[in-house]
């Protein structure tokens, strides 16, 4: 299997870990964990879905006292276990960054790569915050001989309560896909752990529940 490693390029791994005990079991694997990170996720889209239905997502993430604007494009991977996509990110303002949260804004409001990638979708149509959720992350950092993986373990708790646990592996380059996989697969042997890939990102998780409350 081969891939085109392109600038911006978001290259993943992410493997579903099922429940509590399974997470609770990998945490307990790594002494030299760091975290957990909170982190605040709002996703924002047109009224009718446009970014959405093209396969994009536009995410405010609260962390660390920073705001960060991310636009992720489709994957562009044909293989389910990997994940690859475009990611553009910047820093929003303070000063933006409420007005951005409780009102929306257009794409003329920001400047950087952002509205250049995503103005052939939207105009200067009013983005809204349409689905959030609370994600804490740990990293867990593992040295397998001559590599060195940053593991990236999440529990992410969605507006109905629902909560879902994964292991997150982020690539230099999608050259790495199998070794890494491998590696990724061992452990979660070695610690008794199902292996299941997480093929849906969180924001289309959030989504599915979002749609399934409202619905009449």
Sequence with gaps: MAYTDMPNNEIEIKLDLQNESNYRRLLDHFPEKT???????HFFDTSDGKLGKSGWALRIRLADNVAELTA???????????????????????????????????????????????????????????????NFRIDAPYSDG??????????TVFPDSSIDYELELELDSAAEFESSLSFLFN???????????????????ARLRFLKDNIV
Excluded: C, T, W
């Excluded at 991977?77 to 949260?101: G, M, T, V, Y």
């Excluded at 299941?196 to 289309?204: G, I, L, P």
């Design 146 to 155: 001559d590599q060195v993986f940053n593991l990236e373990i999440d529990r």
């Design 72 to 134: 992720k494009g489709p994957s562009a991977s044909h293989d389910r276990r990997i994940a690859i996509r475009e990611e553009i990110s910047q820093i929003i303002p303070p000063q933006q960054l409420r007005k951005f949260l409780n009102e929306g804004f257009g794409l003329s409001e920001i400047s950087g790569e952002i509205p250049a990638a995503l103005s052939g979708m939207v105009s200067n149509e009013n983005l809204k915050s349409v689905v959030k959720f609370v």
């Design 187 to 205: 452990l979660l042997r070695s610690l008794a752990i199902p292996i299941r890939h997480q093929e849906k990102s969180k924001y289309e998780r």
């Design 35 to 41: 975290g957990g990170i909170r982190q605040e996720n």
